[in-house]
């Protein structure tokens, strides 16, 4: 898989911009060369997304150390693909062309769905004969003609198709025959190809392709987005990027081909961000935030990926996604004594307007907030709870100290003391220490990790095959260093520098009860982007 | 009694449990069952005692690595391809299906075969858990042949072995798996209803069901619930530590190590793996063994985690059951006791053993 960036066009373009689109805030960040922080912002989300991103934009760009004409690239991480699954909103018609017909038909395209967003995105499904063996050997004949009703079918109702085929990850031959046709049949259509998305696993790679070619327009808005807010600042000659779910970069064009792989950037924006931010390579990161927080793992610099797929708006998908522990319990989270006299953390929170309604801010509502303020860990705000409210809170913020101290034990890996990095507006609320942790680091610039670990996002390239491993391959060893290369040649062609290019993960899992020995085989290869 | 819409995924839920870690997941399985049962009907489970004397029951599963199902989804066909060619082979008429495990993907196959020819599935299985070789099966025990047996794939292609013992069956079979590419329906022991009665393990299928239901009525207390129902008892609560997993000889093998916590802190167990969990260590002595039913379930969730997704930092909360009866006589051990996988030590059923190491009552 390739990202296909392009290259700045000026070398004395030397700053870099970093914006998260988050559900709350709209962090903005600007990097120098030796990535130091120069500028930062943070606003409300709007709506449109477009007038949150030009505010953060503006009000970094207004900062005396920044000269627009130095900025060579922004990155921009967003949720905004994901709320569109979940609240159903601006999705395109998508039909279906499953390649496996004989092997694979003993479950329906998008069966199981949750039956309004299928309503929602399909006008139809066809399974026809074709897909590979495991091996990348012909399974069964491709039916073209099959393809080419299929496409009468659905022409003129179709907004989108999206194509997979039995073992596609191995060879997406049938795939790449399957498209030719619709492009025949059906112009320039968008479509989705399920080897360019996801990998083994056929139901949740096509439920992922699916999701994504119903996500086209979406694509379009955010891609517009970032143009215009690029355009009112007259920084067209910047050149833009969307970080995706692993925490690396891809070009406009291709998140406009492939926005389901945004899915899932903010928590990995948070992870690199703090990475970054600690100088600490492998470490746990603790990201809390108003509502919220997410514990994950860095190995090597890169969120740790969970091995399980991920449901998006209640479709089993199978992307790799950062592994994460997520717990209701963040600065705003709202605390009060249950009719047993048991303190009761959340799940509500105030949000954003922790700023009227906290106790410390002269509000009525305890939060977990004014408890960090009463036991000294946070200086904010400007009244004194009051002491009828002091033992509740000592309470609430002892039980909150155990959640994350629990959440934090289940992300680690490994017996013994590991550092753990602190970020995001809510982390005032963590104690000093932990079991099971060596030090807490809490980061200048905690609270804009998300955004500079969008800033300082790299360019990555993957690999991800069943191969055979037994005699007449070269052994194992030799396939794995065949595919390493391969993940190198991937990210040097998505803009990599071929000088900083490192393998970051191999993930090899044997197959069971067959003759010939085969493994799975995933390598990833990341560097930064050249030129920078 | 019917596997229909509501009771399948109780069913499936149950299945996975009586898997020891094997079997692959039940996901796909169940998506197919249920796509198939909505088109065909529900599936009539029947009691050994219906099946008439001279008519044959197939016990029937899926062969193969659980990677090549997951992107060959399988097609329901294969079931009436497996009856045809099995009546046209013996002559007798085929009355239903059978789990030939009642465990992960192999638990849902047959039901899908039932569904789509309108056979109903036999309340028994050949192994009351998941064993990972053809010659493990209680019908074996019992002297039935694994042959005449028949291979099909997805595409329909069909062979049929004939006079094989379970041994020269399970290494043929295999061979011809890969011929298939990586995975292919099987149907062996086959046998009539008179043979059946004395050669499977009756009542599986009612077993897995009202295991899921256990776990569905006791959502805040899954694990403690499954092990009063079983009558099992926890290994050790801890977190994976280590995990090794290698193929050899067409099988993962490899083992794992549980770190204890809470209650079971500073206690270390190890959990041998040859497809299923298979032994459990503790300081170098046995804790408990295969046939006996060795389960790593999700200590918050209850939920199974199988061999194959067993991963570094998983809070997991390790159980045994007590093996299925037939596993515990001496023919049956001679099939399946740690010495049949390799191990230099001899069975003691689970509830001789000393579950901890300080003897504590758990």
């Known amino acids: ?532 | 009694m019917r596997l229909d819409e509501t009771t399948l995924p109780v069913y499936a839920k149950g299945a996975a449990i009586l898997g020891a870690g094997g079997g692959g997941s039940t996901r796909p399985g169940l998506l197919a069952a249920l796509e198939t049962v909505e088109e065909k009907g529900p599936v009539e489970v029947i009691s050994l005692d219906d099946v008439p004397d001279d008519e044959l029951i197939v016990p029937a599963g899926l062969m193969g690595s659980p990677n090549v199902s997951q992107e060959k989804l399988g097609n329901p066909e294969m079931g009436a391809w497996m009856r045809d060619i099995l009546e046209r082979e013996t002559g007798k008429r085929v009355c239903a299906f059978m789990p030939a495990e009642i465990a992960g993907q192999n638990a849902l196959a047959p039901v899908i075969w039932g569904a789509h020819t309108g056979l109903p599935v036999v309340d028994a299985d050949g192994m009351g858990r998941a064993f990972p070789e053809a010659q493990m099966f209680s019908m074996n025990v019992a002297g039935v042949s694994p042959s005449p047996s028949a291979l099909i794939d997805e595409r329909g292609h069909k062979v049929m072995l004939r006079n094989l013992d379970a041994l020269r069956h399970e290494r043929c079979a295999r061979s011809m798996v890969v011929a298939f590419g990586g995975s292919a329906g099987n149907a062996l022991y086959v046998c009539t209803g008179a043979q059946a009665r004395t050669a499977v393990i009756a009542g599986s299928v009612t077993r897995a069901l009202r295991i899921g239901q256990v776990l569905a009525d006791a959502p805040a207390d899954r694990i403690r619930a499954l092990l009063d129902h079983l009558g099992g008892q926890v290994i050790i609560t801890g977190k994976v530590s280590d995990i090794e997993r290698h193929t050899s000889g067409g099988f993962v093998r490899g083992h794992a190590l549980i770190d204890g916590v809470g209650v079971d802190s500073g206690r270390l167990v190890r959990i041998e793996i040859q497809n299923e969990n298979l032994i459990v260590l503790e300081e170098g002595g046995v804790l408990v063994s295969v046939p006996d039913i060795i389960t790593l379930l999700d200590t918050q969730t209850g939920d199974v985690i199988f061999t194959e997704t067993i991963r570094y930092g998983q809070r997991g909360t390790l159980v045994a059951f007590p093996s299925p009866d037939i596993w515990r006589t001496p023919e049956g051990l001679a099939l399946v006791a740690p010495r049949a996988f390799g191990y230099d030590f001899d069975y003691e059923p689970l509830e001789l053993l000393t579950l901890s190491r300080n003897g504590e009552e758990r």
Not at chain 1, 307 to 327: C, K, Q, W, Y
């Open chain 1, 1 to 532: 898989m390739t990202t296909g960036i392009p290259q700045p066009a000026s070398a004395r373009q030397d700053l870099r911009i970093g914006i998260d689109v988050g559900g709350t805030n709209t962090d903005a960040v600007a990097l120098d060369t030796s990535s130091t922080p120069v500028a930062k912002a943070k606003v409300a989300t709007t709506i449109d997304i477009t007038s949150g991103i030009r505010r953060a934009l503006g009000e970094v760009l207004a900062n005396p150390r920044v000269d627009a004409t130095r900025v060579g690239h922004i990155m921009l991480g967003t949720t905004h693909a994901t709320n569109a699954v979940l609240q159903r909103r601006d999705l395109r018609r998508v039909a279906v062309i499953r390649i496996g017909a004989p092997a694979s038909v003993a479950v329906r395209p998008m069966f199981g769905w949750p039956e309004d967003l299928h309503q929602h995105v399909s006008v139809g499904s066809r399974i026809v004969r074709g897909g590979v063996e495991l091996n990348g050997s012909d399974g069964v004949p491709f039916d073209a003609d099959e393809v080419t009703r299929f496409c009468e079918e659905i022409a003129g109702k179709a907004e989108a198709v999206a194509i997979s085929s039995v073992f596609a990850p191995v060879s997406p031959r049938h795939e790449l025959l399957a498209r030719d046709i619709v492009r025949r049949e059906l112009g320039d259509i968008p479509l989705s190809l399920s080897h360019e998305i996801a990998s083994l696993g056929l139901l949740e790679r096509e439920n992922a392709t699916i999701i994504n070619a119903a996500l086209g327009h979406v694509a379009r808005k955010i891609v517009a987005a970032i143009e215009d807010a690029l355009a009112s600042f007259d920084l067209d000659h910047v050149v833009p990027y969307f970080t995706q779910n692993d925490g690396t970069l891809m070009s406009l064009d291709f998140t406009e081909r492939t926005p389901v792989l945004t899915i899932g950037s903010g928590p990995a924006n948070s992870l690199r961000g703090a990475a970054f931010l600690s100088d600490l390579s492998d470490a746990l990161v603790i990201d809390i935030g108003g509502t919220s927080t997410d514990v994950g793992a860095l190995v090597q610099s890169f969120p740790r990926e969970s091995t399980f797929g991920v449901e998006v708006g209640g479709v089993a998908t199978n992307f790799r996604m950062p592994d994460l522990v997520s717990i209701a319990i963040g600065g705003g989270t709202i605390v009060r004594r249950a009719e047993d006299g048991t303190v009761q953390l959340g799940p509500q929170s105030v949000g954003h307007d922790l700023l009227h309604c906290a106790l410390t801010f002269g509000g009525d509502t305890p939060t977990l907030t004014d408890a960090a303020a009463v036991e000294g860990r946070a200086r904010i705000g400007d009244r004194i709870p009051p002491d009828t409210s002091a033992s509740l809170l000592r309470e609430a913020l002892s039980r909150s100290d155990h959640e994350l101290a629990e959440a934090v034990d289940r992300v680690k890996v490994a017996r013994g003391d590991v550092p753990l990095v602190a970020v995001g507006g809510g982390s005032v609320l963590l104690p000093d220490a932990l079991p099971g942790v060596s030090k807490i680091v809490r980061p200048d610039d905690y609270d804009v990790a998300n955004a500079i670990g969008a800033a300082i996002g790299t360019v990555s390239g993957q690999v991800d095959q069943i191969v055979e491993i037994g005699a007449g391959t070269g052994g194992r060893a030799r396939v794995i260093e065949v595919a390493r290369q391969a993940a190198i040649d991937n990210a040097v062609a998505a803009g990599a520098e071929p000088s900083a290019v490192e393998i970051v993960d191999i993930d090899e899992i044997p197959l069971t009860y067959l003759r010939e020995p085969a493994i799975r085989l995933r390598v990833k290869a990341a560097g930064p982007l050249s030129n920078v």
